[in-house]
């Protein structure tokens, strides 16, 4: 009954039916749990849109509840003299360099403006005869 069955110098064993059968009853069952698993879980929706909301939402509220904790009022009285510090030494460096803008601006134009005046007044004091103390002209 379990002979061997020999075939051109190959050597093969003998199988029955019924041990095939049942292999293949087994991949087909293993098959059909992996199969039923894989679709099950891949149609389960999960978390809804508003479900997932809700959780980041309390997560948030109770990291802010526990930062407050944590946080002292001095720290945080602390960090805001310093955010002030900040902003009003920032401030005034903008202001100076603004400043120092706008009054050379404003000194330019002055200079320009009264330059422009005291040369006027001198060309024309030059280009007016000269008159006498009797009040004549003198010649040159």
């Not at 293949?24 to 039923?36: M, P, S």
């Amino acid at each position: 009954m379990f002979e061997s069955v020999y075939r051109r110098g190959l050597l093969l064993p003998r199988v029955s039916a019924a041990g095939l059968l049942l292999a293949f009853a087994l991949a087909t069952v293993l098959a059909t749990v992996v199969g039923v698993g894989a679709w099950s879980m891949g149609s389960s929706a999960g978390a809804s849109a508003a479900q997932v909301s809700a959780i980041r939402s309390a997560a948030y509220r109770s990291g802010v509840k526990a930062g407050e904790r944590r946080a002292g009022l001095a720290d945080v009285a602390a960090a805001r003299a310093a955010g002030v510090r900040a902003g009003r030494a920032l401030g005034y460096r903008r202001g100076v360099r603004a400043g120092f803008r706008r009054g050379r601006a404003v000194g330019i134009q002055l200079g320009r403006t009264l330059g422009y005046t005291a040369g006027f007044s001198a060309g024309a004091a030059s280009a007016q005869p000269a008159t006498s103390p009797a009040g004549k002209t003198a010649a040159h």
